[in-house]
Each structure stands twice: as C-alpha cells, then as structure tokens.
C-alpha cells in the first residue's frame, strides 16, 4: 500500500478496514453501500467503532478487500458492504468508480487500486 494522502474523520458507525467509504449526511465516514453512492476513498488498516477516530485513504495505493472477480486494469466501485466489485456501467443509473485494480481478484480477496474517483454511465460506451 503506497497511500500519498491520508486524513482523519469520524466514524458515523462501524467502519471495516480495507473497505471503500463515503461521507454520511454529518460529514462523518461510513462504509460505502452500492455503485451509485459517492465513494471519496478507502478505510485504512484498522476497524474503526462509531464515533471513533477513522483513518481515510484519499489518493495513491491503498489495499481493499473484494467482493467479486476482478481483473487486473478494471474500473471498481463498491458492493453493499464497501468491498471493491467491477464497475459495469448500468442503463438507468451512474456508477461511481473509486480506482483501478492494481490485481485481479475473487471475493474475499485483498487487492491495490489506484484510487481514482469518477463515475461511469451507460452512454460511456456507447
């Protein structure tokens, strides 16, 4: 893991290690929860009880767990339970990608992505 920046937020909960988050309507850090929501980032090592202090990966390298089959150089985004999954464009929604899988993966295991925010649609490859 080669994070090049880090910074420290509140937990609006439990939040796993290794897991791609979002800010909750407080502001707070909670664990990202579909492919629409606005990922900002991945949790670091530690898991982190609500309220608690959270160590967030905002860009470089950072070590998630997968959720699915991922291949090396796809777009990810997030499962229902933060876990990176392949990011496939829907027809009726836009899909927020966190980065670039470093490392192909199936579920359960722990890969790099470059963190690189953006979204994907539909219309992406049309």
């Known amino acids: 893991m080669n994070p090049t920046h880090v910074r420290n937020y509140t937990a609006g909960g439990t939040v796993t290690s290794r897991r791609l988050v979002k800010f909750d309507g407080s502001g707070d850090i909670v664990l990202a929860a579909a492919a629409t929501d606005s990922i900002i980032g991945?949790?670091?090592?530690?898991?982190?009880?609500?309220?608690?202090?959270?160590?967030?990966?905002?860009?470089?390298?950072?070590?998630?767990?997968?959720g699915g089959t991922i291949t090396r150089g796809a777009q990810v985004t997030s499962d229902s339970a933060g876990k990176a999954v392949a990011a496939n464009p829907d027809p009726t929604d836009t899909v927020r990608v966190a980065g670039i899988a470093l490392e192909s993966a199936v579920d359960g295991d722990e890969i790099d992505i470059l963190l690189a925010p953006g979204s994907l649609s539909d219309a992406d490859n049309s």
């Open 42 to 66: 991945a949790s670091a090592d530690v898991d982190v009880a609500d309220d608690g202090p959270c160590d967030v990966i905002l860009g470089g390298v950072a070590r998630v767990k997968a």
